[in-house]
């Protein structure tokens, strides 16, 4: 089916568009009061996240209110692990809690790489649903977790600064974290598979914890599981769009950009014009305004989407994001404020040339 | 009064020296058993900062047990803010707190740059009361915060992760936390010129939030003020080598060694070897192992070491130290096999041309 707004889809080609496109990572969340409305309906986080209906609902509340160039999924990284049996509880104000987490090389052995079509069913009738309700006006991202991210969060069992559990296992049982990981590829590779047979029009890898790691290490144990699952996304579905992101990876962009995928997300850390230099018309980029940004008045806000737009240059391969997800203290106001700016200022870099 | 063992100024100075030097940021700290009986001796760790006996005390502790390259001033980087009047305490599981957090132009503007021989003075006994007790046996290295840092510090009242309050200033009263920034150049100036009239070999800036903002503001905020205290370092003292630290800064190096300062700290996300190739010789590197490979069994903490000394190369300019702060649960031997590591494999890369 043929969309109405391609705009997103075409940046991540780096074809030709009129306009940068624009959405932001969390679009759908607490920030926005009808979010918070339809949450209190379903009760918790995870009641929500396993409501194909209400993920549908709120997934298009932001597409409602201020017109975006693409919609993603609404769900939760940590869906994969919940799937792997690890027990997922959101408590609040202390984040995600697995009630099982990963120590031993028997449990890692045990884990079995889920079947998305019935272990996470929820989520693609959720992908299903959105799709349809989309109804062909802008394309629907699928997401899921890297493989280093997800296994931070199953080896210590909840969010972490440090990762000393997960870092003494790379360090000291640096096969069994593979073992792991080389699961983890298979089970995400799988899921976005499932979520493009649902009707996802492109794909993303929210990298949160790569940053954390050495470049050694990085390469190991963050960018060559990320590597797997691109390389099976391409053979099995080569004309969907994949973006790589790892936050604080700007050093990494590089390496990143050989992967095969198409687009690469860069926090608000690394100055767009470099970081084209360093991919080298390779892929196409996403960002990167500082999302604490949005707390500034519009005319501060203009200006800096102005410096963002200015930092990528002109062409296309530039989709307008934050460089990290909407905080919940954002005023709503403020975002429309960033997404109209871009929609005013961005015409003049895809001038024909 | 020359050092019986110089080969930490050495390196900074990027002379000759027989092996690479080591010592570890925090040192002195909590996974030792004898500053946790010194601690416990003084109450909180705040009355600890201020009596400078102890001070001594916990410098001199982890010299006593692995015999390190330089000793490191025991204080905190809150004293400044501390003596400009915002009431800082410590909250147990919480960390620092201010009493009057600083959020308006009139607070900032009453600010006044403390006096270190009176406002901090405890801090100057401290420096000259460790001074005599190493009794020139090894340097000693006095440092501060950054003023950037500070600055977070003292407008979110606490320990952040997003800054709010902060980067809100930032983006809508710049000429504001530009004249804070000032304020603070100008105490952590002054304070780092006491610190070397008492005795400091070597001065550290530790800028640990400076890695939080895109390379403009990083430019504007954190270098800049930075540049400034190390040029007037540089006028009074230009013999006293100044090493900044910017946490997750990787990706500054470069413009961090046009500052004037002999030697930057670099963390474990950047591999030595690029760091080298951006400074390109105008500084000494000190760093950079991953603080929880001490986690990591022994012979992989030897392994760790080796990968990091052939990262820098061959050469003098290297100081190796962790990446970070070392963490309160690392077991001692650990730290023992790190430093024993440095000292064995390090020689082969000081080896006369």
Known sequence: MSLRNDRFLRALRRQPVDRTPVWMMRQAGRYLPEYRATRARAGDFLSLCKNPELCCEVTLQP????GLDAAILFSDILTVPDAMGLGLRFV??????????????????????????????????????????LQGSVPLIGFAGSPWTLATYMIEGASSREFAHTKKMMFDEP??????????????????????ARGADAVMVFDTWGGALSPAAYERCSLAPMRRIVERLKASAPAIPVILFTKNGGQHLGKMAD?????????????????????????ALQGNLDPLCLLARPERIREEVARVLDSYGAGS???????????????????????????????RYHQAP
């Not at 992967?259 to 690469?264: E, K, M, R, T, V």
């Not at 608000?268 to 390779?282: N, Q, S, Y």
């Not at 391969?317 to 961005?346: W, Y």
């Open 63 to 66: 597409l409602t209110r201020f």
């Open 92 to 133: 609040e104000g202390e984040g995600p809690v697995f009630d099982r987490p990963l120590r031993t090389a028997a449990a890692i052995e045990a884990l079995a790489v889920p079947d998305p079509e019935t272990e996470l069913r929820y989520v693609m009738d959720a992908v299903g649903t959105i799709k349809s309700a």
């Open 175 to 196: 096969a069994l974290l593979d073992a792991l990981l080389a699961k983890l590829s298979d089970a995400v590779a799988l899921y976005l598979q499932a979520q493009i």
């Open 259 to 283: 992967s095969g995928c198409d687009a690469l997300g860069v926090d608000w850390t690394t100055d767009l014009r470099d970081a084209r230099e360093r991919v080298g018309g390779r892929v």
């Open 317 to 347: 391969g530039h989709v307008f994001n934050l460089g990290h997800g909407i905080l919940p203290q954002t005023p709503p106001d403020n975002a429309a404020a960033m997404i109209e700016a871009v929609r005013t200022l961005s015409p």
